[in-house]
């Protein structure tokens, strides 16, 4: 294992799929503790929270086996270091393991006032940090327009492609420089500029991803900022190494010189994110340069057959040098006995490649089914390089009767029903344009006129070419007239998330909601939705509008996952780091995405200490061969990928593709013929091994008879629970507010209200009343002032609230014994209540409920400046019915306005009818 703390070159391990890779983290955990090194001054870094978790709940377990056992998964510490563990035990929950990224956050806090930073600053999503640079660039195009700008009489429209994709790329480099041609300097100069503007609107508190990594790598060159880091940690582990990005490795080993031990494990041959900025040559530069520790070399995954396929399938890729170098891919021993299987399927025919597909997915669909004897569906997984593959397979899986989830799809904002929902609000704020038809052609635009049907096409039309659309649409379908209005007096009243919880789940088409036209796979997107935006919810509807059209232009955000048994279908990025009995690798025949970039980048620099990058347009002069050098990056990590493919597999991998003989191999396909196991290659069956070509035959693909009775269906299934008046738990003084004020605007940066001076008077008062404070007594008022409502205001202000508290206070004691009973027997201050009606709880807090010679009174206390007691009959009705219900008491009720000094009997009577509207 590696060694301690004694080295200054990073340590480095390669780590192939299946050795073990976090037992031996965890093992190293053990090794450091042991020596000495507390648990808080070692810090564990990987990719993913999941993957940070687990690390954690596998250090916990085998630091708590040590303690029980003395030894964990054959390692035994040194006699005399119990200790150690008893405090790493102790010290786990408050450890450094996490995400690299917030590796660089906690560290960035250390020392944040140091880089000119806000302690306190908020991550941002990557989708957020686009959406403001997207801003700052409109904005130079307006102000362009100005003559007496610089870039005024620019095509800076045309740029904008290129200026997105580079902004999202920024993880490559601290700096782009132009490679040799004019426009590339002209483009690089408008960037900077909306990147300034950017950074500018970012401040001291905001800290996307990659403005994240680069302040880090501003405090690993601060020698005050890094010390403070250095106090922290004494040694850094980092899992999955393979896919850090240039920044990211920069950081590193900027700790790694400043004398942090840097540990680092991974798998060059896993490296497949280069769409998310990672580079392997990150990887390969600690290879090199690093104290280069012996592989893990046992597979504890793999059957004996794929241990020898993988083996020699990274043999033959690297003695090639694609994808990855001999010392990056040892070979592995299998573990396990058992012998496993390995399939391959090959489709051959003088047909179109989507043809082929779909006779190879009926293919690897009845393999399937007749292994399912062996294993069961829902242990097998099939693995695809793109979406484009998996509708193949859906219905080839339909027709054989292979029952299959989708574990990713892919454009879930560009889904059907969430766009329906973002033009149902969009056309409800402003009934015009595209959002208005394709309002009409959704389930919210359903006719009631005759019926509950859809509007035809001609009929959106004929509304649609209308002067007026509109008045068009109030005259030829009243009825989804009147729904869109109602729609959009709704969403104007309601919080953004309520707003859309009302737009999907409310009887808006008869007695039907829009959930209620949706398949099950859709109301499951829908209500992801929902669970999306609940943590953090925008703060205005346009707020909601503006995320989820941007977030529509995320290409690989997926939907939600289905729920259910079968086999489980995901692309190869999704697999990673997961494993299954059973996997087939389907489309071996496709090629790699050959979309062009809007501009590339070569392979970075420095420039002294800082990383560079040179960036090229198209019809530049480097332009082509930066182009060719991406091209080659992109071949090695696509075999990268096939490698994490076939290795996700335990016992049984099948392998099926499509090849039309009069066409050049594409894609893994290639890799199959060179290693011998291709269309041409001998036919095997037996036990460990198959291999077969299939003739292309036209499959008619028909449905499975459906099931010769469904079901019946709950008895509650079909029944519609119309909206209450009011929330299941709900308040008097909100219903009042309710009644008679606007909604309150919140504050969005700390989602409150921010009390005003009378409700800071009110707060205190009632405090001190129930408390029995006296005004003349200085600890209790000093107390007051110290509330957290005071904080809002300054000294002065906090000076004028303490006297008119004071003053209150003053006149509610000199009404104590004269109008105000005292002493007295029993006496509750601040008391609080509960009390159901109809579906609604009403809750409040009763100011005093007390007892006097047998007598009992209910008291409110106002600070009020008018006397308007029916102000508050509702309020003070609730109490009394809650006192009557609970105790049986008949209490006297009474309002007591402090500063005129006068206390008000309220006729009971009055009380109970203003209870009235709620009991209907």
């Known amino acids: 294992m590696m060694g301690l703390v004694s080295s200054t070159l990073v340590k480095v391990r390669v780590a192939s799929a299946g050795t073990g890779k976090t037992s031996s983290l965890v093992r190293r955990y053990l090794e450091l503790i042991a020596s000495g090194t507390p648990l808080r001054r070692i810090a564990g870094v990987t990719f993913t929270r999941k993957a940070a978790d687990e690390l954690r709940v596998r250090v916990g377990s085998a630091?708590?086996?040590?303690?029980?056992?003395?030894?964990?998964?054959?390692?035994?510490?040194?006699?005399?270091?119990?200790?150690?563990?008893?405090?790493?035990?102790?010290?786990?929950?408050?450890?450094?393991?996490?995400?690299?990224?917030?590796?660089?956050?906690?560290?960035?806090?250390?020392?944040?006032?140091?880089?000119?930073?806000d302690p306190d600053f908020v991550v941002l999503g990557e989708w957020e940090a686009k959406a403001l640079f997207e801003e700052e660039w409109k904005t130079l195009c307006y102000l362009a327009q100005d003559p007496a700008h610089r870039f005024h009489g620019r095509n800076l429209e045309a740029w904008e492609e290129p200026l997105i994709y580079l902004f999202s790329r920024r993880s490559l480099a601290e700096v782009f420089e132009p490679a040799e041609g004019e426009a590339n300097a002209e483009f690089l100069e408008v960037y900077r500029t909306v990147y300034a503007a950017y950074r500018v609107r970012l401040g001291t508190a905001l800290l996307p991803l990659a403005e994240l990594e680069q302040k880090a790598l501003e405090l690993v060159r601060h020698p005050e900022a890094l010390k403070r880091v250095r106090e922290r940690v004494r040694v850094l582990l980092v899992d999955e190494y393979q896919d850090v990005n240039p920044l990211q490795g920069a950081f590193f080993e900027a700790l790694q010189k400043a004398g942090l031990a840097v540990e680092i494990v991974g798998d060059p041959k896993?490296?497949?994110?280069?769409?998310?900025?990672?580079?392997?040559?990150?990887?390969?530069?600690?290879?090199?340069?690093?104290?280069?520790?012996?592989?893990?070399?046992?597979?504890?995954?793999?059957?004996?057959?794929?241990?020898?396929?993988?083996?020699?399938?990274?043999?033959?890729?690297?003695?090639?040098?694609?994808?990855?170098?001999?010392?990056?891919?040892?070979?592995?021993?299998?573990?396990?006995?058992?012998?496993?299987?390995?399939?391959?399927?090959?489709?051959?025919?003088e047909e179109a490649l989507e043809r082929l597909r779909a006779y190879e997915a009926w293919v690897l669909a009845e393999?399937?089914?007749?292994?399912?004897?062996?294993?069961?569906?829902?242990?097998?997984?099939?693995?695809?390089?793109?979406?484009?593959?998996?509708?193949?397979?859906?219905?080839?899986?339909?027709?054989?009767?292979?029952?299959?989830?989708?574990?990713?799809?892919?454009?879930?904002?560009?889904?059907?029903?969430?766009r329906d929902l973002y033009h149902a609000l969009k056309a409800a704020l402003d009934p015009r344009g595209l959002s208005l038809a394709a309002f009409l052609r959704s389930p919210f635009g359903q006719s009631e006129e005759g019926g509950l049907r859809p509007l035809a096409l001609a009929e959106v039309e004929g509304v649609m070419r209308s002067s007026d659309p509109l008045q068009a649409l109030g005259q030829l379908f009243p009825s989804v007239h009147r729904r869109l209005l109602r729609i959009g007096e709704e969403i104007r009243k309601?919080?953004?998330?309520?707003?859309?919880?009302?737009?999907?789940?409310?009887?808006?088409?008869?007695?039907?909601?829009?959930?209620?036209?949706?398949?099950?796979?859709?109301?499951?997107?829908?209500?992801?939705?929902?669970?999306?935006?609940?943590?953090?919810?925008?703060?205005?509807?346009?707020?909601?509008?503006?995320?989820?059209?941007?977030?529509?232009?995320?290409?690989?955000?997926?939907?939600?996952?289905?729920?259910?048994?079968?086999?489980?279908?995901?692309?190869?990025?999704?697999?990673?780091g997961l494993e299954w009995p059973l996997v087939a690798v389907f489309d071996l025949g496709r090629g790699p995405d050959r979309r062009e970039a809007p501009l590339y980048l070569c392979k970075q620099d420095f420039q002294g200490d800082r990383l560079v990058q040179r960036l090229a347009l198209p019809e530049t002069p480097s332009f082509e061969g930066y182009k060719a050098q991406a091209r080659r990056l992109e071949e090695e990590e696509s075999l990268r990928l096939f490698y994490v493919a076939a290795s996700r597999a335990r016992d049984v991998l099948l392998l099926t593709g499509s090849v039309n003989p009069s066409r050049n191999l594409e894609g893994w396909a290639g890799v199959l013929e060179a290693m011998g196991l291709g269309t041409n290659s001998k036919p095997y069956n037996k036990p460990v091994f198959h291999l077969r070509t299939w003739p292309f035959q036209k499959v008619a693909l028909e449905p499975p008879p459906a099931s010769p009775k469904p079901p019946a269906a709950s008895p509650w299934a079909e029944l519609r629970f119309g909206l209450e008046p009011f929330p299941p738990l709900f308040s008097p003084s909100a219903y009042k507010r309710l009644e008679a004020e606007p909604l309150a605007l919140p504050d969005p940066a700390e989602g409150e209200e921010i009390p005003g001076r009378a409700r800071a008077v009110g707060t205190l008062v009632h405090y001190a009343i129930g408390q029995?404070?006296?005004?003349?007594?200085?600890?209790?008022?000093?107390?007051?002032?110290?509330?957290?409502?005071?904080?809002?205001?300054?000294?002065?202000?906090?000076?004028?609230?303490?006297?008119?508290?004071?003053?209150?206070?003053?006149?509610?004691?000199?009404?104590?014994?004269?109008?105000?009973?005292?002493?007295?027997?029993?006496?509750?201050?601040?008391?609080?209540?509960?009390?159901?009606?109809?579906?609604?709880?009403?809750?409040?807090?009763?100011?005093?409920?007390?007892?006097?010679?047998?007598?009992?009174?209910?008291?409110?206390?106002?600070?009020?400046?008018?006397?308007?007691?029916?102000?508050?009959?509702?309020?003070?009705?609730?109490?009394?019915?809650a006192v009557r219900q609970a105790w049986g008491l008949e209490p006297e009720v009474r309002l007591v306005y402090l500063r005129f000094g006068q206390v008000l009997t309220l006729d009971k009577a009055l009380l109970e009818a203003a209870l009235e509207p709620i009991r209907r």
Not at 378 to 406: I, K, N, T, W
């Open 63 to 117: 630091i708590v086996e040590v303690l029980q056992n003395g030894h964990h998964q054959g390692y035994e510490p040194e006699p005399g270091s119990r200790w150690a563990f008893e405090e790493a035990q102790r010290e786990l929950p408050g450890a450094i393991l996490s995400t690299i990224h917030s590796f660089m956050a906690h560290c960035l806090r250390l020392a944040a006032p140091l880089l000119h930073l």
């Open 270 to 349: 896993q490296s497949i994110y280069a769409f998310r900025n990672a580079d392997v040559e990150v990887f390969r530069q600690a290879l090199r340069r690093g104290d280069q520790l012996p592989p893990l070399r046992k597979t504890y995954r793999h059957s004996q057959v794929l241990v020898r396929f993988l083996n020699s399938l990274t043999r033959h890729l690297a003695e090639e040098g694609r994808g990855f170098t001999p010392e990056e891919a040892p070979p592995v021993e299998g573990v396990r006995h058992e012998g496993g299987r390995l399939e391959v399927h090959w489709v051959v025919g």
């Open 367 to 418: 393999r399937l089914r007749a292994l399912s004897a062996e294993v069961p569906f829902s242990q097998m997984a099939v693995l695809v390089r793109a979406y484009g593959s998996v509708p193949y397979l859906e219905e080839a899986f339909r027709a054989v009767g292979v029952p299959y989830v989708l574990l990713q799809g892919r454009g879930y904002y560009e889904r059907v029903e969430v």
């Open 494 to 576: 309601r919080a953004p998330l309520e707003a859309l919880q009302f737009l999907i789940r409310a009887p808006l088409m008869g007695e039907r909601a829009y959930q209620d036209f949706l398949e099950p796979r859709a109301r499951e997107n829908v209500d992801a939705l929902l669970f999306y935006f609940a943590p953090r919810p925008p703060v205005s509807l346009e707020g909601l509008l503006e995320r989820l059209e941007h977030l529509s232009r995320q290409a690989d955000a997926g939907d939600v996952p289905q729920s259910g048994e079968g086999v489980q279908v995901l692309t190869v990025h999704r697999a990673k």
């Open 772 to 881: 029995n404070w006296d005004p003349n007594h200085p600890a209790g008022m000093a107390n007051l002032e110290a509330q957290e409502v005071m904080f809002p205001y300054d000294p002065g202000e906090r000076e004028a609230i303490m006297a008119e508290v004071r003053e209150l206070l003053v006149k509610y004691h000199a009404l104590l014994g004269e109008a105000l009973p005292w002493p007295r027997e029993e006496d509750y201050a601040e008391f609080g209540v509960a009390l159901p009606i109809g579906t609604t709880v009403w809750q409040g807090v009763i100011d005093r409920l007390y007892r006097v010679g047998g007598r009992w009174y209910l008291e409110d206390y106002k600070t009020d400046h008018e006397l308007q007691p029916e102000r508050y009959h509702f309020q003070l009705g609730l109490y009394l019915e």
